[in-house]
């Protein structure tokens, strides 16, 4: 094999390698934005059961204040 060929051979070579890095890339772009949706929708609702337990909890709270008033005689 000349020195010509090999050359042409490689940069065959190194353009199918390129296109494989290039597909494996965008496969690995669209698992993880598939993911980050996953992981945004677990903390919207994590954050929407923490908002209702927090005003639960106030209500409580005031409840407890309303309790703990000293009665008048």
């Known amino acids: 094999m000349r020195l010509d060929e090999l050359r042409a051979a490689m940069q065959d070579e190194f353009k199918s390698v390129r296109a494989g890095i290039k597909t494996e890339g965008e496969t690995t772009r669209r698992h993880?934005?598939?993911?980050?949706?996953?992981?945004?929708?677990?903390?919207?609702?994590?954050?929407?059961?923490?908002?209702?337990?927090?005003?639960?909890?106030?209500?409580?709270?005031?409840?407890?204040?309303?309790?703990?008033?000293?009665?008048?005689?």
């Open 32 to 73: 993880f934005d598939i993911m980050v949706e996953k992981v945004n929708d677990s903390v919207k609702l994590v954050a929407e059961a923490t908002a209702h337990n927090t005003s639960r909890l106030g209500d409580h709270e005031r409840r407890l204040d309303r309790l703990e008033k000293p009665r008048r005689s």
